[in-house]
């Protein structure tokens, strides 16, 4: 169960070389994409190539699907103890390999290496949370209104679930979907991002090594997901798409879910608001700002995109905001002393330079940073932009960077509807000294999560996910591991 195939991983801290499985995990064979072809990963602190993985084909696909077929009786019938004290042994060894799975990933994302070593830690708390689940996925038992019947309710595995997931927490968004899937008794395939394969790799060996056994989780990359996951779910056996990334995406892979009526879960795109009340504590408003602004360089779904400041603490806001963010050092992810990396390509790059340049153009000032500098790699610097008008595309797009966009308001009224006019609605932050207005602006806001007087609202034991078109569906917590079952009802006559 060897690959032939290996990225060798510079040592580092105590750990040896590592190699990284770079071909495709089908059943219990690493091996090449039925063409042979290959793609390229690029580091994006230097712009150069790191390795290559295997690039599957449609029939790749669906021998991906067969390997989890093949396995998907033996797993969900797999007592759930057991099932946890794997879920549970892969807790402990991605913890034991974290050092040098931060800087995997820090390499092919670009990211700090304190932002990956935190994203390990939660990714493998995922594993720690769903074991602790897995043993606990009740049923139901009522009697009928006419007292005729039992109505007894089971939650089934709903079945082999394609996951696929986006390049900006490579380990994370994978193991919030393995863990409550496995948990549950499915057997999953894992697509990952293209920019973000190696991770992926290197979490399905970690699991292997722990015991879950072949054809449970199985991963592919490919160049062309378009075609691949359309011909998987239009095939017939795919039971649940788990889907991470952006709107544009997820609206797309609702309609080809459609064919097959396969159930979907969708984490997608946010535009989140970052609400400060007169009243806030401002030095903690500014550490929570920092935190939702530049945690991993502003490439979060749950990124503050937007700072809506009261009048009143406006200046004191934005100036302790510009010196905060000036403090921070861009540089490769890798080295211990970045505090923002790399972008994961030249395209965010320039998006954040039409944004910025579209901000401007309508009036908005550059207190900080405002153009990428001439180095090799994909850099863009933290960057203040105050008085930002209404209009201004940085106000309605994901910006995915480390820019913030500052606005500011008079009244709450006013505040709840700035900060409910996007078409998205993950995640809303608030700072307010009066726990009551917090809360009765957290119900007005149109968010599926809300911080209040927090800049962080990851957390395994609570559900993520959002609503209008930030997504459909719930990850984490006891919610999540409902996702991947199926309510079956039985009615017993008495
Ligand atoms: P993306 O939508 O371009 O790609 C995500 C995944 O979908 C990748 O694996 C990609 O290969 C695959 N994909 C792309 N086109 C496809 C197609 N036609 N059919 C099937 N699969 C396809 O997103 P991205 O650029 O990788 O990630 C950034 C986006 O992800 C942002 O919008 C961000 O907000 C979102 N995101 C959301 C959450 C959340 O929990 N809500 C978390 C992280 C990222």
Same mark, same amino acid.
């Given at each position: 169960m060897k690959s032939s195939n290996n990225y060798l991983l510079p040592a580092c801290s105590a750990n040896p070389v590592r190699e990284i499985p770079t071909d495709l995990l089908i059943g219990e064979q690493w091996r090449a994409g039925a063409e042979g072809r290959r793609i390229d990963v690029i580091n994006p602190s230097t712009g150069e190539l790191l390795t290559s993985v295997a690039d599957a084909t449609i029939k790749d696909g669906i021998q991906a699907i067969d390997a989890a077929a093949q396995a998907a009786t033996g797993w969900a019938a797999t007592p759930p103890r057991k099932r946890a004290e794997l879920l549970r042994t892969c807790f402990e060894r991605m913890v034991a390999h974290s050092e040098w799975l931060a800087q995997l990933i820090s390499l092919e994302n670009g990211k700090a290496l304190a932002d990956a070593k935190s994203e390990v830690l939660y990714a493998a708390e995922f594993f720690r949370w769903y074991a602790?689940? +897995?043993?606990?996925?009740?049923?139901?038992?009522?009697?009928?209104?006419?007292?005729?019947?039992?109505?007894?309710? /089971?939650?089934?595995?709903? @079945?082999?679930?394609?996951?696929?997931?986006?390049?900006?927490?490579? +380990?994370?968004?994978?193991?919030?979907? #393995?863990?409550?899937?496995?948990?549950?008794? &499915?057997? &999953? =395939?894992?697509?990952?991002?293209?920019?973000?394969?190696?991770?992926?790799?290197?979490?399905?060996?970690?699991?292997?090594?722990?015991?879950?056994?072949?054809?449970?989780? *199985?991963?592919?990359?490919?160049?062309?997901?378009?075609?691949?996951?359309?011909?998987? !779910?239009? $095939?017939?056996?795919?039971?649940?798409?788990?889907?991470? @990334?952006?709107?544009?995406?997820?609206? !797309?892979?609702?309609?080809?879910?459609?064919?097959?009526?396969?159930?979907?879960?969708?984490?997608?795109?946010? *535009? %989140?608001?970052?609400?400060?009340?007169?009243?806030?504590? =401002?030095?903690?408003? =500014?550490?929570?700002?920092?935190?939702?602004?530049?945690?991993?360089?502003?490439?979060? &779904?749950?990124?503050?995109?937007?700072?809506?400041?009261?009048?009143?603490?406006?200046?004191?806001?934005?100036?302790?905001?510009?010196?905060? /963010?000036? %403090?921070?050092?861009?540089?490769?992810?890798?080295?211990?002393?970045?505090? &923002?990396?790399?972008?994961?390509?030249?395209?965010?790059?320039?998006? #954040? $330079?039409?944004?910025?340049?579209?901000?401007?153009?309508?009036?908005a000032r550059v207190l900080l940073g405002g153009s990428a500098p001439t180095r090799p790699g994909f850099f863009y610097p933290p960057t203040v932009l105050a008085d930002v008008p209404a209009g201004a595309e940085i106000l309605k797009q994901e910006i995915f960077g480390p820019v913030a966009a500052l606005v500011p308001f008079d009244s709450i009224d006013e505040a709840v509807q700035l900060a409910n006019d996007t078409e998205y609605g993950l995640v809303s932050y608030i700072y307010t000294g009066d726990l009551k207005t917090g809360l009765r602006i957290s119900e007005r806001l149109e968010s599926g999560m809300i911080a209040l007087n927090r800049g962080l609202v990851s957390d395994a034991a609570a559900p993520f996910g959002g609503v209008k078109q930030s997504g459909l569906g719930r990850e984490g917590s006891h919610h999540g591991i409902r996702e991947f079952t199926e309510a079956k009802y039985i009615a017993v006559e008495w």
């Open positions: 602790e689940e +897995a043993v606990r996925l009740e049923g139901e038992v009522s009697v009928s209104p006419s007292g005729a019947n039992r109505i007894v309710v /089971m939650y089934q595995p709903i @079945g082999i679930a394609l996951l696929i997931t986006p390049w900006n927490f490579p +380990a994370a968004m994978a193991t919030r979907k #393995i863990a409550p899937a496995l948990a549950a008794g &499915c057997t &999953c =395939i894992l697509k990952p991002a293209e920019e973000t394969p190696l991770t992926a790799y290197a979490v399905a060996q970690i699991m292997l090594e722990a015991g879950i056994p072949p054809g449970v989780v *199985n991963v592919i990359t490919t160049s062309d997901p378009a075609a691949v996951v359309k011909a998987m !779910l239009h $095939e017939g056996r795919i039971r649940k798409l788990s889907f991470t @990334g952006s709107t544009e995406v997820g609206r !797309l892979l609702l309609r080809e879910a459609a064919d097959t009526v396969v159930n979907s879960s969708m984490e997608l795109g946010g *535009n %989140a608001p970052f609400l400060v009340f007169e009243d806030a504590n =401002i030095e903690e408003a =500014i550490a929570g700002a920092m935190i939702a602004k530049m945690r991993n360089g502003g490439e979060a &779904c749950t990124a503050a995109n937007r700072f809506y400041i009261q009048r009143g603490v406006y200046e004191q806001f934005t100036k302790q905001l510009v010196a905060r /963010m000036g %403090a921070v050092k861009l540089g490769e992810g890798c080295s211990p002393e970045t505090g &923002c990396g790399a972008l994961i390509n030249r395209a965010a790059v320039e998006k #954040i $330079e039409l944004l910025v340049a579209d901000a401007v153009k309508r009036g």
